[in-house]
Nanobody
C-alpha cells in the first residue's frame, strides 16, 4: 500500500535552517505531484509548497516564498523541503502529501491530495 514517511523535523532557533524529507513507497513516484502542508496547534491545516510530477513547476505559500524550496528526486522516491530563515510562526507539524498527475483541482488545496504522511514536528524558538 501507499506510504509517505516524513523526517527531518526538530528544534531550531529563529534564523536557522532545516531540511525535511518525505520518502514514498507503493506508488509510481514520477507520476505523482507532491506537496507539503503544515498545521499548528489550534489552527487549520495550511498549504506550504507543492511540486508537479514533472518537477518543472512549483508553488509556494506567500508566507514562505523566498525562504523555503521544494524539490524532488524521482530516483530516490523522495520530496524535500529546504527551510531557511525560520521564524517562530513556522512552528507546526509538517505533512507530506501526494496525488496522481491527472487529478483535478489546485495542488494548493489539501482536499485535492490522495495520500498523506503522519507528519514531522518543527519547532522554532526565539
Amino acid at each position: 500500500q501507499v506510504q509517505l514517511v516524513e523526517s527531518g523535523g526538530g528544534l531550531v532557533q529563529a534564523g536557522g535552517s532545516l531540511r525535511l524529507s518525505c520518502v514514498a513507497s507503493g506508488l509510481t513516484f514520477s507520476s505523482y505531484g507532491m506537496g507539503w502542508f503544515r498545521q499548528a496547534p489550534g489552527k487549520e491545516r495550511e498549504f506550504v509548497a507543492a511540486i508537479r510530477s514533472s518537477g518543472s513547476i512549483t508553488y509556494y505559500a506567500d508566507s514562505v516564498k523566498g525562504r523555503f524550496t521544494i524539490s524532488r528526486d524521482n530516483a530516490k522516491n523522495t520530496v524535500y523541503l529546504q527551510m531557511n530563515s525560520l521564524k517562530p510562526e513556522d512552528t507546526a507539524v509538517y505533512y507530506c502529501a501526494a496525488r496522481y498527475r491527472t487529478v483535478t483541482g489546485p495542488m494548493t488545496n489539501g482536499n485535492a491530495m490522495q495520500h498523506w504522511g503522519k507528519g514531522t514536528l518543527v519547532t522554532v524558538s526565539s
